[in-house]
């Protein structure tokens, strides 16, 4: 685990002691000989910090973990009412790969995304939309609990795990979540549910995501699952 922090934190370290040097960079150029006044820094100066800051950006991409394609699909879903309101229910299969594991334990949350689509079919014109909606989860652990977290963003519900496994056998399974009101449904109407997940960990932080805009976390996607319930 030690390993696979420093792996990560070391490209940071690297990059930070650039442009931490920067300034200093600068400013000894400009101010060189305390007779003269302050003079702005030479094409050469200017042209030479930015090699190295280029030069530094590509060796943080390349000591990045390549991390590879991991199984994601939706296995089964369905909708049920329950007090005028459908609710839906879901499985998801999907394995995270070992530096996405040690990524959650460094601290870099797992977010789950849900989209969820209703239709009403019609026979001439393009399906009616009766409803669109996301639902989030956040999967985090807490190092002073040693505990894994795993919250709905939408309504801040959260249960604690005492093991990853535990925290993921959670997010596989959605239970009786509700997605639309009974008044929404047209009686006699054909109606088409899609639902997709996707799932994210960003590991860096903001400053150096936006430095390295072009580089992408772990991202995965599921293909739309669709089918038409009884309403």
Known sequence: MASSLQHRSEPRLFLRAILGEAAP???????AGCAHPPQAPGRAAVFGLSLRVLLGLCCVVM???????????????????????YQLNATMDFALPQEARAAIHDGAPLTLHLSIVV??????????????????YELSFHALSERYLVRNLNSGEQTSYATLDAALDQLRVISNLPILDQALIRPGSRHELSLRAALDIRTMPDTLRFLLFWVDDWRQRTEWYTWSPQL
């Open 25 to 31: 960079c600068l400013a000894s150029k400009a101010v």
């Open 63 to 85: 000591c990045l973990p390549a991390w590879g394609q991991a199984r994601f699909e939706i296995r089964s879903a369905y909708i049920e009412r329950s007090d005028h309101v």
């Open 119 to 136: 239709r009403r079919q019609r026979s001439y014109w393009r399906d009616d939309t009766v409803a669109a909606l996301d639902q989030n």
